[in-house]
C-alpha cells in the first residue's frame, strides 16, 4: 500500500473540485460565499454556521470543509468577495481626488447594503487576491498624487479605516430593528431639542441642525474633510525649497 502523504498540489485540487450534492447542487467556492453573504443578509451573523450553509446548499455540512478549512477562512473569503465587488464597481480616470472620492464612496455603499457582512467582516485582514489587488490600486494613486511612500501607506491605512470604520458604524444603524431605529432618530426632537436651555445652552442653540444632521450618515463630510487634509498636505510637501 502507498503510504505517501498527500502533496500540497493534489489536496488543493481537491478542494476544488466542483462536486454535485444530494440534491444536484454542484459546489464549488463561490457559491458558497455568495449562500453565506445572502443567509447573513437573512439571519445576521448567528446565520453563518456550517450545519445552516449546508442547509442552504442542500449539501452536507461536512462538503463545505472541502473548500474552507473553518467558519473563519470562510469569513475572510466573504470580505474578500465584498472587496472585489468595490473593485469591479468603481469607474477609474480622473484625478487623485474623485478616485479617491469615488472608491471610498463605493466602498461604504457596499458595506452598508451587507450590514450583517460588513459588521463581521470589516476590521479584517483577508489577505486574499481582491484586497491585494485593492492595497496595490490604493497606494497607487496616493503615490501617483505625489505621496512618497511612507506617507502613501500612513494616508492610505487612514483613507480604508475612516471608511470601513464609517460603513459599520452606518451597517449597524441600517440593522437596528425598526423600532429601535425610529426611536433614535426621533430622539433628536423629542429630547434634545426639548432640553432645558439654561443647562444645555449648546444643545439648545444647535438643535435645528443636530437633529437635521444626526439622522443622517457622517460619513460623506467626513470624506470631503479628509481629502481637504489630504491636498494641504500634499501642497505643503510639494512646495517649492520643501522636498520630500
Known sequence: MDRTPPQPDRVIARKRRR???????????ELIVDTAIRLLGQGGDG????????????ADPSSIYRYFRDTDDLVLAVADE???????GTPDGGGWRDRLR?????????????PQVALLAASRVTRRPNEIRAVE???GVFRAAGFPPALAARHYHQFV???????????AANA?????????RAAWTATYARLDPAAHP???????????????SAYPGALALFLDGLEARLAAITAPGTGR
Open 137 to 139: 490600486a490604493g497606494l
Open 161 to 171: 479605516d475612516l471608511t470601513l470604520g464609517f460603513a459599520a458604524l452606518d451597517a
Open 202 to 216: 449648546h444643545i439648545s442653540a444647535c438643535a435645528g441642525p443636530l437633529a437635521a444632521t444626526m439622522v443622517t
Open 176 to 184: 437596528l430593528p425598526a423600532e429601535a431605529a425610529a426611536a433614535d
Open 47 to 58: 446565520a453563518l454556521t456550517v450545519r445552516r450553509l449546508g442547509t442552504a446548499l442542500g
Open 82 to 88: 465584498l472587496i472585489g465587488r468595490t473593485l469591479t
Open 19 to 29: 462536486r454535485p450534492t444530494k440534491s444536484g447542487v454542484v459546489l464549488s467556492h
Open 102 to 114: 469615488r472608491i471610498g464612496e463605493h466602498l461604504h455603499a457596499t458595506y452598508v447594503a451587507h
